[in-house]
């Protein structure tokens, strides 16, 4: 589970076992979680978070945006080459 990203107490990262999926992020913080597609940039599945702690994250993922999508390429386009 790589780490992206650590701001405002959210941690970003990738789970391997997603290569298959749509370009997407998964963000925690203590014990909520949320999925976030990248491309459109929506929420996919959240799991106890506010409704303000949901818009914070995604303001977070819009700012990073181009950063995620590259590195979700950079990842999973090498797994996908072996």
Do not use: C
Request: net charge negative.
């Amino acid at each position: 589970m790589p780490t992206l990203l650590r701001e405002h107490g959210f941690r970003f990262f990738f789970y391997m076992a997603d290569r298959y999926e749509p370009p997407h992020v998964h963000v925690e913080r203590d014990d909520n979680a949320v999925r976030i597609w990248l491309d459109p940039l929506e929420i996919a599945f959240v799991d106890g978070l506010r409704p303000h702690e949901r818009k914070q994250m995604l303001r977070i993922t819009e700012q990073h945006l181009s950063e995620f999508i590259s590195a979700w390429h950079r990842k999973f386009g090498e797994l996908s080459n072996e």
